[in-house]
């Protein structure tokens, strides 16, 4: 029950980082956070969700300017200089395998990964904003390929809390030491159990 108790407490305690320390995850890491990915459900098990990382200290340098990051408190949430991500993961979608209803393939993949790395320690941030005509351009990833989204990944150098909905805003801040205060919806909020109330 124990061990049942600290993984849920693992997975509450997983935040969005965006400072990330300058210490490289190991490649072993890495591949078996990107294999619980590939374990994720797929929808006919079709499976057209592709994994492209890069961990290359030049690549990595490339992808930065492409991401855009915390949009509500831009740039105050940008990674600093010298807090940057240490590597990154561009998923892909095979259009050959499938070309429309994968958003939940690349969901439950990209969850597996997010979470199987925190369990080793290492933060993340998933990010939608990407110019991806200049990433597919700088990394020639073929047409076949849908660049549906980035990973930000490394080991964390911020803190990031939960907070209560507070007049119904889910804006994030940070406050002035650095802490990244997330509010979430009370469990009362986006639970029904048997049926509506009148």
């Known amino acids: 029950m124990n061990e049942v108790r600290d993984f849920v407490e693992m997975i509450k305690s997983r935040r969005t980082i965006r400072q990330f320390k300058q210490k490289k995850v ?17 929808a006919s098990n079709l499976q057209p969700v592709k994994y492209f990382l890069i961990v290359d200290d030049e690549k990595v340098r490339k992808v930065f300017p492409l991401l855009k990051w915390a949009a509500y408190i831009s740039p105050r949430g940008n990674p600093e200089k ?10 892909l979608v095979d259009k050959e395998i499938r070309s429309s209803g994968y958003e939940y393939d690349v969901g439950a ?4 990964f997010i979470l199987s790395a925190w369990a080793y ?10 110019d991806r005509v200049k990433l597919r351009e700088i990394f020639r990833i073929p047409e076949k390929y849908i ?3 980035v990973v930000a990944f490394g080991y964390p150098d911020e803190k990031s809390v939960v907070e209560k909905v507070v007049d119904g805003s889910v804006k994030y801040w940070k406050d002035e030491t650095g802490v990244f205060h997330v509010p979430k919806r009370a469990l009362k909020e ?9």
């Not at 993949?109 to 597996?112: D, I, R, W």
């Open 147 to 149: 660049i549906d989204s």
């Open 26 to 42: 190991s490649l072993d890491i890495l591949k078996d956070c990107i294999d619980a990915a590939r374990l994720a459900p797929s």
């Open 82 to 91: 010298g807090r940057e991500p240490t590597g990154y993961i561009v998923v």
């Open 109 to 112: 993949g990209v969850e597996n």
């Open 190 to 198: 986006i639970l029904i159990i048997d049926e509506f109330e009148e």
């Open 121 to 130: 320690g290492v933060a993340s941030c998933w990010l939608l904003s990407v």
